[in-house]
């Protein structure tokens, strides 16, 4: 009986961790780097705001230059042409679904778009900002 208990307590245990929500997971991610309140309208403002890196020659770039400044339409690849899908959350619900994904993009996009990866704040609030869009 003892042992029944035991494997379905495991069982439980087992099923939440499979559950585990990838955007939970950034959110406890960035918590244990110290960010302690997240701001969706930082957020917004941080998408469409313009930077000259050094490797941009003097070409202004933000997130929007790519994704969109409405986060619930496609947008275009600066370079490629291709569509992106929607990043709003609302609108496309294969968003932020794997938090390998997600970490891998925001450091590409990060270093391309400001010259630097995003701190843990920025990339909180930007997070917050699309999965409330
Ligand atoms: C040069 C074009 C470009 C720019 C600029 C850009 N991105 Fe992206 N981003 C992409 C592409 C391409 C993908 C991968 C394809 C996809 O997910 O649709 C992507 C995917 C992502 C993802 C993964 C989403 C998911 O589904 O998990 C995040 C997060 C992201 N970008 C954040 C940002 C942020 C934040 C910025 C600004 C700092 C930014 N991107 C700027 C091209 C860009």
């Not at 245990?13 to 997971?25: H, R, S």
């Not at 930082?42 to 790519?66: V, Y």
């Not at 294969?94 to 704040?121: P, V």
Request: aromatic share 10%; glycine share 4%.
């Amino acid at each position: 009986m003892i042992k029944r208990k035991m494997f379905i307590t495991l069982l439980a245990l087992n099923c939440t961790w499979l559950m585990a929500n990838p955007i939970d997971e950034m959110f406890d991610y960035y918590q244990q780097a110290g960010v302690t309140t997240v701001d969706s309208q930082k957020g917004r403002l941080l998408w469409t705001q313009a930077f000259i890196t050094e490797k941009s020659n003097g070409e202004e770039r933000s997130c929007a230059s790519c994704h969109g400044s409405n986060v619930t339409q496609s947008g275009e690849h600066v370079r490629t042409s291709k569509v992106i899908e929607p990043m709003a959350k609302s609108i496309n619900t294969k968003r932020y679904t794997d938090t390998k994904k997600i970490k891998k993009w925001f450091k590409r996009n990060c270093k391309w778009t400001l010259g630097r990866e995003c701190s843990a704040q920025e990339q909180a609030d930007i997070l917050k900002y699309l999965i409330t869009q």
